[in-house]
């Protein structure tokens, strides 16, 4: 059994090297110095525990070997400074001075052991080897200074599942939890086989607290994402950036939100950190509009901001984690540039219609659609409005026929309306049938009609319907054919009764 504990012991002496070289290259940062000061001292233990077993001086193995006592308890302590540093909480006065003062206690049993015998009843001129200080008996105050040492420990954990418990959907501060949780009883486990089943003389205590030390710097210092980005000088940048921005881990659970996005939308970072980042944005998309590309949305969000979601994939030196920044520029005015360019390419302004190159692509987008219904409209009489009662009249008559067009149609959903020409006009109808589209025509015929011949409309309609799969540009031209017969009816006569009103009321323009 020795053999094998042996073994073990090399094995987490070297181990206890690998984080002491890797965080003293970094910079002497306050939210990693309990960590460092942590590793180091668990070095330190190595040290002595390497002379201890391979130096031919007396006075250094008894030496190296009780000054083991007081590092147990400084492991202790500076796990619980660890754990403060971790959460960001400053430790107590009370509790830092009392430490200080009980380890400078500690210390000093150690070394006027040989004198007074407190913690082992041994002198240093009576032993001959390592394997005395194993079998020596325990002094009066032995017990004593492992029960502060355990105790020491528990108050950082019962803080930590006191603080967890206030916390408990920040997913990032169960890893050490658990890694605090799992070491107490470790470190308790091996106390008691090493006391009460297993004789040996290799120092258990010493095993578990260096493998609980290293696992708090694998968590806290290469794998934890949020106390690395806030303990490097990472976090003072991100702070200061003029974007806002969402910091998530490799799930896309929320792990810091930015200061000014908190403040401007007043978002509570309580609720939403460890959360997934789906339910943050639903939260700020009461306010906000996101995209990741440039499309001009509805007019219902003319009075939302809107923000450009530009996603990266990150990682931090030396971890094997990574994270997600999601960056938020804010683009509203580009957005209401967008919305107004699109007016001027999508819409006519004379009617408030959209026009022929919107209609165009919508037609592209509805072709070989099923139950779908076209409407062709067409002025009658355009030409002689304009000639003899002037353009005004005629733009008169646009814009009362795209009226009564939006009147009726409001009713309907599934539609689009466009002027696509001088006089002409198209509406599209989906999920519809041959009556809707003649209720249609009949509707809006009625509402231009007038008994006073200058409010009069003069329109002549066209409608074409498929219930199968059909060519949409040709049920625009059957509706077209249509419109045209309607429009040999009644336009020419409409046309002479504008002449003959205008000679009448003596209204000639020109």
């Known amino acids: 059994m020795d053999n094998v504990l042996i073994i073990i012991l090399i094995a987490v002496g070297f181990l206890s090297f690998i984080p002491v070289v890797k965080m003293n290259k970094s910079n002497d940062n306050v939210k990693y110095r309990c960590l460092k000061y942590l590793i180091n001292a668990a070095f330190v233990w190595t040290i002595l525990i390497f002379l201890e077993r391979t130096s031919n001086s007396m006075t250094i193995i008894y030496y190296s070997h009780v000054l ?131 004789k040996t003389t290799v120092d258990l205590t010493y095993i578990s607290l260096v493998i609980v030390s290293f696992a708090l710097y694998q968590v806290i210092y290469t794998k934890d994402m949020v106390f690395n980005l806030k303990s490097s000088g990472r976090g003072e940048i991100l702070s200061n950036m003029r974007e806002m921005y969402i910091l998530t881990d490799a799930e896309k659970n929320v792990i810091e939100i930015s200061k000014l996005l908190l403040e401007k939308y007043e978002v509570n970072s309580e609720i939403f950190l460890g959360k997934n980042l789906d339910m943050l944005l639903g939260k700020l998309s009461e306010s906000i509009v996101f995209y990741r590309e440039y499309q001009v949305d509805t007019e219902d969000n003319t009075g939302k901001n809107h923000f450009h979601l530009r996603e990266k994939k990150f990682s931090l030196k030396g971890m094997d984690n990574f994270g997600f920044m999601i960056l938020l520029y804010d683009e509203t005015q580009v957005f209401t540039l967008l919305r107004e360019l699109n007016k001027l390419s999508n819409y006519d302004n004379m009617t408030g219609l959209n026009n022929r190159n919107y209609i165009e692509k919508k037609l592209e987008e509805l072709n070989h659609s099923t139950n779908i219904g076209v409407i062709s409209l067409d002025l009658n009489g355009l030409k002689a409005n304009n000639d003899y009662l002037g353009h005004e009249r005629g733009d008169f008559l646009l814009k009362s026929l795209a009226t009564k067009m939006k009147l009726v149609m409001s009713e309907y959903s599934n539609k689009e309306m466009a002027r696509i020409g001088g006089d002409e006009f198209l509406i599209t109808l989906l999920d519809t049938n041959g009556e809707t589209l003649k209720t249609i025509k009949e509707k809006i015929l009625l509402e231009c009609e007038d008994d006073d011949l200058e409010k009069l409309v003069s329109v002549s309609i066209g409608t074409a319907f498929s219930k199968d799969e059909a060519n949409v540009f040709a049920l625009v031209q059957e509706a077209d054919a249509a419109m045209y017969a309607m429009k040999k009816l009644t336009s020419k006569g409409y046309s002479e009764q504008i002449v003959e009103y205008v000679k009448k009321q003596d209204k000639f323009i020109r």
């Not at 660890?82 to 049993?109: A, H, Q, S």
């Not at 041994?122 to 040492?149: C, K, N, Q, W």
């Not at 603080?163 to 959907?169: C, P, Q, Y």
Request: hydrophobic share 55%.
């Open 68 to 198: 083991g006592f007081p590092l147990k308890f400084l492991l202790a302590s500076l796990m619980v400074c660890t754990i403060f540093n971790y959460i960001e909480k400053r430790m107590p006065k009370v509790l830092l001075f009392g430490l200080g003062f009980l380890f400078i206690i500690e210390f000093l049993l150690g070394v006027t052991n040989s004198e007074t015998g407190f913690l082992l009843n041994i002198d240093r001129t009576a032993i001959s080897g390592f394997s005395d200080m194993y079998e020596a008996v325990e002094g009066p105050v032995f017990i004593y200074h492992l029960i502060l040492t355990y105790m020491v420990v528990l108050i950082g954990v019962v803080y930590l599942f006191y603080f967890l418990a206030k916390h408990r959907d920040v997913r990032q501060y169960k890893s050490i939890t658990q890694t605090m949780a799992i070491s107490v009883v470790v470190v308790l486990l091996v106390n008691v086989l090493q006391f009460a089943v297993i």
